[in-house]
């Protein structure tokens, strides 16, 4: 079965950089959840989108942004990079009225030098 | 205060025995639900089993199953038959509002280390 693509796999910025990460859910599933792990943490949420309009909103600093394309992929833009963004970033995905279970990428492992 | 508590930060396990995993909630939602998911070393994280507050009966999933008691509000993890690939990091979440199916997101616990013993 399909699961969540999200790339880069690995990402090496300076400070002050920009980032981008992409997420592609599960086929036909309409919600993207986007969630960041810094090291020895449990997963924090950012942002969601439900059909491709922002849904809901965590701990998301004003320097990051996201959104949800036609095609139902999600980007998270990330600015100004700081050393504390260093983390796990995880993209997950669900089909609403079908389940309630979030379904995990593999992650993008962002470090900041 | 904290939504979800596991209080167990390390457990070791005999390979084959079972083990079970702790993991309190807090929340007034009549409408909630609660998953289990394994982080292993490499770093994905893998859904393992889901319970939702007016499920009748507990979960299971293969050697998984989930032990809810509502009342008490917990909803811990039994591995069974544990196996070596079982050594991972395991977290309990809980999504609140599910009757509204809204898009509302995990909230995570801070982890059980569960290391399985040859």
């Known amino acids: 079965a399909a699961g969540v693509i999200q790339s880069p796999r690995h990402l090496i910025k300076e400070k002050r950089e920009t980032a981008t990460l992409k997420c592609y859910p599960i086929?036909?599933?309409?919600?993207v959840y986007w969630y960041q792990q810094g090291p020895g943490q449990d997963p924090q949420f950012l942002i969601s989108f439900y059909e491709k309009m922002q849904s809901d909103k965590g701990s998301i600093p004003d320097r990051f942004s996201a959104q949800q394309f036609s095609d139902y992929h999600s980007e998270l833009n990330m600015s100004s990079l700081e050393l504390g963004d260093s983390a796990l970033y995880f993209c997950?995905?669900?089909?609403?009225?079908?389940?309630?279970?979030?379904?995990f990428g593999p992650g993008t492992r962002l470090l900041v030098l | 205060a904290q939504k979800i508590t596991q209080t167990q930060p390390g457990m070791f396990v005999q390979e084959k025995e079972a083990v079970t995993l702790d993991c309190t909630y807090d929340?007034?939602?009549?409408?909630?639900?609660l998953f289990w998911y394994k982080q292993p070393s490499s770093g994905e994280m893998i859904f393992l089993i889901y319970?939702?507050?007016?499920?009748?009966q507990n979960a299971t999933e293969g050697r998984y199953s989930l032990n809810f008691q509502k009342a008490r509000k917990s909803a811990n993890l039994v591995i069974s038959a544990s196996q070596l690939g079982d050594s991972a990091m395991y977290f309990c979440a809980m999504r609140e509002g599910i009757s509204s199916g809204s898009a509302r997101q995990l909230t995570f616990g801070s982890g059980t280390q569960l290391t399985v013993l040859p």
């Open positions: 319970q939702g507050s007016y499920d009748q």
């Open positions: 929340t007034s939602d009549p409408s909630y639900g």
């Open positions: 997950a995905s669900r089909l609403r009225g079908r389940g309630e279970t979030q379904y």
């Open positions: 086929p036909r599933h309409d919600t």
